[in-house]
């Protein structure tokens, strides 16, 4: 697992993983080592704590949203049911719990991640809310990504990469089979978003990949990608 941060060098190792620790794009059990691992080793909770402070503003465009009353009961069963012997909890085990239930922005998302374990979604109910780490692909282009179905908003996040002079970072949903549909320019900024159409929704809904392409200013003219493809990662609900 590699990633990079703002300063465009490589990431490895712990930044690496408390990174897409943050976002919600490590695997369930690299999740669940991790989250033992907030609990148990301080530098490695201070590296969390760091990359959710960098990554927060992209929260800023989504309304608080509420867990269900199961959630809090859950959790309050799982700490006051048990049987053994009260002992002090630390200060990263009292931010464990009050970040799982706290979803008014993206600080929340990665502890949000793990509510499906408590109180799993319906089956029928399709996820709301998608991440994507958007790797480079032959470039130091990096974004991550957080999709919301409920407002139709894409939010991303520069990591690491510059444009080359006289050129955009146009952003891409490809759907299996099917020609690649432009959600247009990355404006510049680290934190910004672009609105999602009802086509578009229809397809990332049905399974998609995004792809950062580099074009001329203003973006592609062919309704194609005409430059490279510098980023590219599978969304993932959370």
């Not at 669940?32 to 990554?55: C, G």
């Not at 998302?109 to 958007?134: H, K, N, Q």
């Not at 919301?148 to 894409?154: F, G, H, L, P």
């Not at 580099?214 to 062919?222: F, I, M, R, Y």
């Amino acid at each position: 697992m590699n990633t990079a941060d703002d300063s465009g060098r490589e990431l490895g190792g712990d930044e690496a993983v408390a990174a897409e620790y943050v976002l919600g794009t490590l695997a369930a059990d690299e999740r669940a080592t991790a989250a033992r691992r907030i609990e148990s080793d301080a530098a490695f909770a201070q590296l969390v704590d760091r990359w959710e402070v960098t990554l927060a503003p992209m929260g800023a465009g989504y309304a608080p949203a509420e867990p269900p009353a199961s959630v809090k009961q859950a959790v309050d069963r799982r700490l006051f049911e048990r049987a053994a012997a009260p002992a002090k909890p630390s200060m990263w085990q009292s931010l464990a719990l009050w970040r799982g239930l706290t979803v008014a922005s993206f600080l929340a998302l990665a502890a949000y991640a793990a509510m499906p374990l408590i109180a799993p979604t319906p089956p029928d109910e399709p996820p709301t809310r998608l991440v994507a780490s958007l790797a480079p692909q032959q470039s130091d282009v990096h974004y991550f990504v957080v999709y919301d179905a409920t407002t139709r908003d894409i939010g991303l996040s520069h990591v690491t990469g510059a444009r080359a002079e006289g050129h955009d970072f146009e952003l891409w949903v490809i759907e299996d089979g099917q020609a690649p549909k432009s959600l247009g320019v990355i404006p510049s900024g680290s934190n910004v978003h672009l609105a999602v159409s009802e086509d578009v929704r229809r397809k990332i809904a049905s399974g998609a990949v995004f792809a950062i392409s580099l074009e001329p200013v203003g973006g592609s003219t062919t309704g194609a990608p005409t430059g490279p493809v510098v980023a590219a990662g599978d969304l993932r609900s959370i």
